[in-house]
T-cell receptor
């Protein structure tokens, strides 16, 4: 049972480049989430999807877009990466507040 | 505005020294309160859900309790491997249903 799988695990981008972080879960959860975590700071919610076909903004959505492709997959896109988006990104899925997190994707924007 | 506040920000304990972490909330109509543990470099790990005042749940050296205004995470005879950041949040309703945000949490360090 893989749980929540994120790809890639590491990525280096140049300012202005675009990329998509992929997330897939195999636990049949309705809700999926994208968070970012910066050194010394707590998790901040970027976007979430309470169910297939819906997405909503979290605390820090600017500069990001998301797609809930189906019940299993929830992707996060950076259209024009900026150094301020250097962070560790966590995807999670769950049901009624009980979330399971992926291992994280470490993104560096130069 | 509904919110949760955790205290203290950091807690240092000696191995075996029991203590408690606090999560206070101003939510009207609590639908559920959650505790998580996060180790450095990893995503949070779910620990407990509490739904109503008086409810208690235990896991190894951890016990979570809930009153009408706050939740406590009691750590009995902690070990160094209990060192982590502990997070709490609550389940939101209405148009924010399912939205789960985390504060900075309490950083627990247990010294041998």
């Amino acid at each position: 049972n893989a749980g929540v799988t994120q790809t890639p695990k590491f990525q280096v981008l140049k300012t202005g480049q675009s990329m998509t972080l992929q997330c897939a879960q195999d636990m049949n959860h309705n809700s999926m989430y994208w968070y970012r975590q910066d050194p010394g700071m707590g998790l901040r919610l970027i976007y979430y999807s309470a169910s297939e076909g819906t997405t909503d903004k979290g605390e820090v959505p600017n500069g990001y877009n998301v797609s809930r492709l189906n019940k299993r997959e929830f992707s996060l896109r950076l259209e024009s990466a900026a150094p301020s988006q250097t962070s560790v990104y966590f995807c999670a899925s769950g049901w009624v507040g009980e979330l399971f997190f992926g291992e994280g994707s470490r993104l560096t924007v130069l | 505005e509904d919110q949760v506040t955790q205290s203290p920000e950091a807690l240092r304990l000696q191995e075996g020294e029991s203590s408690s972490l606090n999560c206070s909330y101003t939510v009207s109509g609590l639908r559920g309160l959650f505790w998580y543990r996060q180790d450095p470099g990893k995503g949070p790990e779910f620990l407990f859900t509490l739904y109503s005042a008086g409810e208690e749940k235990e896991k190894e050296r951890l016990k979570a309790t809930l009153t009408k205004k706050e939740s406590f995470l009691h750590i009995t005879a902690p070990k160094p491997e209990d060192s982590a950041t502990y997070l709490c949040d609550h389940l939101r309703g209405g148009t924010s249903y399912g939205k789960l945000t985390f504060g900075q949490g309490t950083i627990l360090t247990v010294h041998p």
